[in-house]
């Protein structure tokens, strides 16, 4: 009997949970839907509320653990093992068995993988070149020249952000403005020899247009140089597979074509699991080792980590893993098989409305639209007019920029629809509400961007020139882009602990003219402002 059996415990805290998920509850009421077929981007419905009952008790079963560590807590390696085979059987990935097989890695969604799959190819360039003078490998500094990855304008913004943070140079490579496909020559032109380029990707199917690159003719002129490939297949990989009739349907994008060395799946998209899960598989584990980091040179634990975060949930793994067993292929495919009737009946609508035109020739559930340039001007619609007249029958369609390429040609702005399978139930709806904005809407010009920037450079310095005003706005601090965010994005005030409608709400078609018309860098910056201040507390609300 020590002194300290006699010591009491000092009492624990006493918890104010009370009202908190009412609280909570109110917060979620105020979110756009997630469920219902509504909201046409950012949200992958496969209308099975059995599906998210089964995906949130596994979140729950696994809640207190640490991913970080597959050695401690060994069911995380048991259903990442599973989730990543699941992943390589759908993609045609052989076993890893030999040094070529395909092995992988879940990650926390599409941003994570393409970073990964970019570190991957750069620390493979690395190792392979020639080690320096005193013996020590190269680094990006001592190689004497800009690392490269090669890609088409329409690759995903993960990748400028993967090579932003990597310090590699992101070369980006004109579409075909009619198909919006990538062009073989075309990147084969800016991959030259080569000898400096890290990795080519090509998208199946690229985000912003839903079309499939030439994966096969890009992949067989990158590895006859030795340079390897990533297909981004985040949006694609979970739902191309199981298409109807996809032998015929959907050209060949995964490890069947061999100069494919990496892909991207999301499962936290048509793999329906909540967010945070995506894969990323690579060929030859020699290759894929360089994915990961280890580090033994500190006082701590020796820390070896597959992914970018350390510590980590693995609730999301589990959710995904209990998901892809629950749907299975046969799953898949029928889910799947709601998907493609959905977006057949959502081009048949589109295709019958004068004015407007589906950009490209899109394989799978994402379709963009743009102006018919082909009808007189009081004949045509203007995607941006008219998704912001489709929004008042309350269906959420995504404005999409219009775009100049490094060679001038122009992808016109368009609007996006992702198509998911609960869109099946709501596609009659959908297509009134699409038939009748389009009558309401058809002749009307979206507001011209040269003169919604005028506009407001006016306001904010009357008499400057355009031009000098713009340049002004060169290198903006905190307070006046905030200034400038609350006159266009929020048209007119801070909203943040009001009842006003929250960012995005309004009609898009003048802030996606803004967007087009600004200078990237101020664009850029405002975004920036926008994004920081919605997390800043609010001075004097109830919630500071
Ligand atoms: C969604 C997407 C990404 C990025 O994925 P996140 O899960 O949003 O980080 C990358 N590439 C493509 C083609 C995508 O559709």
Known sequence: MSALDDTPLPAPPVLRAEGILDRLAALRAADAPTHGGRVLSYVYDPDLAELDALAGDAIRAVQPLNALDPTTFSSVAVMERELVSFARDMLHGTGAQDASGVVGTVTSGGTESCLLAVKTARDAFLAAQPAQADGSPRTLATLGFALRVVAPTTVHAAFHKAAAYLGLELVLVPVDPASCRADPAALAEAVGDGRDVALVVVSAPSYPHGVVDPVEEVAAAASALGVPVHVDACVGGWVLPFWPDAAAQVPVFDFRVPGVTSISADVHKYGYAPKGTSVLLTRDRDRQRHQLFATTRWPGYPVVNSTIMGSKSAGPLAAAWAVTQALGVPGYQAVTARCAGATSALHEVLGSIEGLRVVGLPVGPLVAVATDESVPADRRIDPHVWSDAVRASGFVLQPQPGFTQPDGSRLPHTTHFTVTPVTAGVVGGLGAALLDAAEAVRGVPRPDPQQVLAGLLATLAPGVEPTDAVAALGSLDSATAWELVQRT????????????????????????????????????????????????????????
């Not at 929020?490 to 018309?517: F, H, K, N, Q, S």
């Open 489 to 544: 994005v929020l048209g007119g005030a801070d909203t943040r602990g009001g009842d006003a409608p929250e960012p995005g709400t309004g009609p898009m078609a003048p802030l996606l003219a803004l967007v087009e018309a600004l200078p990237p860098a101020v664009s850029e910056r405002l975004l920036v402002e926008l994004i920081a201040r919605l997390a800043e507390p609010v001075p004097g609300s109830a919630e500071d």
